[in-house]
Structure formats: C-alpha cells, structure tokens
C-alpha cells in the first residue's frame, strides 16, 4: 500500500511542542509517511537549537531552511516570510507530498501555507479560528482561508471556521496537539525538577521548593518599539512581589530585540536577584515548571491552554492574547505594574486551579493522523455559507 505523504514545517520551538503529539501518530501510522522540513528559528543557536531537541526525540528532518532574516524588525519579518515562500517550493518540489500540515498563526506558518496552496498541494492547518492580539491574528485567518483541512483546538474555534464559509465536513474539533504531551508529561512524572535544571540557562539559582513565578512574554508585532518597557514593568512587578523567577527568552517575532535588551539591562543592573534566564527548555522541564511555579506571568499562549489543563495560575499581560478562549485560572491585566503586582499576588494566595480541558483531552494527535489518512478535499476552494 502507497502511504500518503504528510509533510510538516517547524519553525520554532512553540510550533515544535504545538504539533509534535501530531508528528509522532503520523510518524507511527502504518498508512502514513512522516515528511519534516525544520525551519526559521528552530534551526538557530541564538534561540536554543531547537532542530536538536527535534532529532533527540527521534525525528530525522529531510531539510532544513535558514530563513530568518537578523533585526526583528516589521521590515525583517516580513523578509524572512518572503525568504521561506522562495525556499520552500524547491523542498516541496523535490518531497512531493500529498498533505502539507502547518500550524498555527506565525510568518513561517504563511510562507508555509502560501507555497503549498500555489504549487496545489492540500493543506491541514491546526489551531485556526482562534482570537487573539497581534499580527497573529491576521495570519490565522487568512491561512483558514487557503487550508483545506481545518484541525481547531476548541469548540468555539471550530464554529468561526465554519463561519469563515469553511465547509464543516473540513472542520474536525480535535484540540490541541500541546495537550497531548501535557497530559502524557502529567501522567509519568511525579512533578520534581531535573537537579540539574539552572545548568540550561545562565543567572542566579535558588530552591525550586520556594514560591517562584514563570515570566514568558513575548513581543507584540501591532505595538512594535515597546517591548523593553513592557518586559521591565513585568520583572519590577515580579520582583515587587519578593518572587524568585525562571525567565524565558522571547521567540523571534518583530520586536524580539526590544525584550532581550530589556532583560539584558535587568542583569546588567544587578536586578536578578534569584531569577535565571532560559533560551529553550525540553517541553518536559517546561511542564512541570509550569504545574510547580506559583504563577505564570507574560502574554504566552501556553499560559491559556497548557495553564487550563494544568490549572497553573496565570497574570496575562497586556493584548497579545485579546479574546482568546481561556480558562478561569487566567486573571487579565494592562502594561501596568501595580496591576501586574497586584494580580501576580492574588494567584499566589489562590493556588492552583482545577484542571479545565478547554483545548483538549491528550488525543488531538492521534486523531490528526487518523484523520489524514481518510480526508480528501479537492484542491478548489470555494467559500461556503
């Protein structure tokens, strides 16, 4: 029997862990053929190699696609997406794949879908039909519009799709493929922290059996050059707080620059005490930081899905995840410190909070897989009401 041909682009370590369940059951799926082109910053050291962490899992990319242009700028950002649209046709040529999997809403995820929906080539896109902030937004939508193949996180995702004049019998509510290694992450491990944890990152350590928050914020592309005085107000609140803290890098979108300076000036001050710094993290360490820390604080995405199934307590800050589905474990605040300090104190007191299967039950990929093998579309869209 022919397999058919299931080609996924992974562009960053957010994209990784946002579709790897999904990987792994094509991978192992006896009517499916697993195709991988690691891309953008996944294949960079500057953030944490992630195409390493990839093949330790045991996945053999077939490429790999340097195509994120340096600054972080609009004007690179949208290079870097001009880049991959020019250098992914040849790999899709030389692949052949009958399926082109992408995932969610980044620029890697539209040069992406742009290619394969020019060169006629079916695409499956998983995590569409959500609200958020950001140009994200914008991304997420228009590649509903070119995808044939819609695999939403949540219920109501799955009705805007269907509202996008997508036709339903294309939508399948799987969930999210994160949550699968959330709740296989859950279910083997005791929750205890690696000794050897704060060898990955650089700054001052401290005893994880403390109270300690998890800062992961990100830039926001719509509101690009303030990043530095965002990131500053989050860490003075945290520090206000009496919080140690484990600090993430941001990912690679415009405006990157601004929150590494504005972390980068913390050290230089000498304001960090008990916090450590992160490029990447293995997803599993991120899990049971994020079911050990006392609150998560930034604009992370993983902070309303992965935080509702794990019941973390979350302080969201500012519009990156504006009217994104979201659970009760996620107080909302603005760019402002005392709010932020104020919220960050009233999770503390809270505690964890019960788990909520919002996006998900730890099937979504299995169910992609199965899906794919089934599934045909033609290659004509026509919108739908």
Not at 16 to 32: F, G, T, V
Not at 125 to 144: C, F, K
Request: with cysteine; hydrophobic share 40%; net charge negative.
């Amino acid at each position: 029997m022919t397999k058919r041909k299931i080609c996924v682009v992974v562009g960053s370590r957010a994209n990784y862990s946002s579709i790897k369940s999904a990987m792994r059951a094509i991978q192992d799926h006896p009517a499916l053929e697993l195709q991988l082109i690691v891309a953008a910053s996944a294949v960079l050291d500057r953030y944490g190699s992630v195409v390493n962490l990839i093949e330790k899992d045991g996945f053999r990319p077939h490429a790999r696609v340097t195509m994120l242009i340096e600054g972080e700028t609009p004007a690179t950002m949208a290079k870097s997406t001009g880049l991959g649209l020019i250098e992914l046709p040849t790999l899709f040529e030389q692949l052949g794949p009958d399926v082109v999997l992408t995932v969610g809403d980044r620029f890697e995820t539209m040069a992406t879908t742009l290619a394969a929906a020019y060169m006629n080539i079916p695409v499956a896109h998983t995590m569409g039909g959500e609200v958020s902030g950001t140009i994200d937004e914008s991304i997420r939508h228009a590649v509903t519009k070119f995808a044939h193949i819609h695999f939403p996180a949540s219920q109501g995702a799955a009705e805007r799709i269907i509202k996008l004049g997508e036709l339903p019998r294309h939508v399948h509510m799987v969930g999210c493929p994160r949550i699968d290694l959330v709740a296989e992450i859950l279910g083997r491990s005791s929750g205890g922290l690696d000794a050897g944890l704060f060898d990955l990152g650089v700054g001052q350590q401290f005893s994880v059996d403390e109270p300690f928050a998890l800062v992961s914020q990100h830039p926001v592309t719509t509101e690009y050059g303030t990043g530095e005085a965002q990131i500053t107000l989050t860490l003075e609140a945290v520090r206000e707080q009496g919080l140690a803290a484990i600090v993430l890098w941001p990912n690679a979108d415009a405006g990157s620059d601004d929150i590494s300076r504005g972390i980068r000036k913390w050290r230089e001050r000498k304001l960090d005490d008990r916090m450590h710094f992160f490029k990447n993290l293995p997803i599993e360490t991120y899990v049971n930081l994020m079911r050990s820390a006392a609150c998560l604080v930034g604009n992370s995405s993983s902070g309303i899905r992965e935080g509702a199934y794990i019941g973390t307590p979350v302080v969201n800050i500012g519009t990156r995840q504006h009217m994104r589905d979201r659970g009760d474990n996620v107080i909302d605040v603005g760019y402002d410190k005392k709010q932020i300090s104020d919220a960050i104190a009233r999770q503390v007191e809270h505690g964890r909070y019960a788990m909520d299967p919002i996006y998900g039950d730890g099937t979504a990929g299995t169910k992609i897989a199965d899906i794919l093998v089934t599934e045909r579309v033609d290659v004509q869209k026509c919108i739908t009401y």
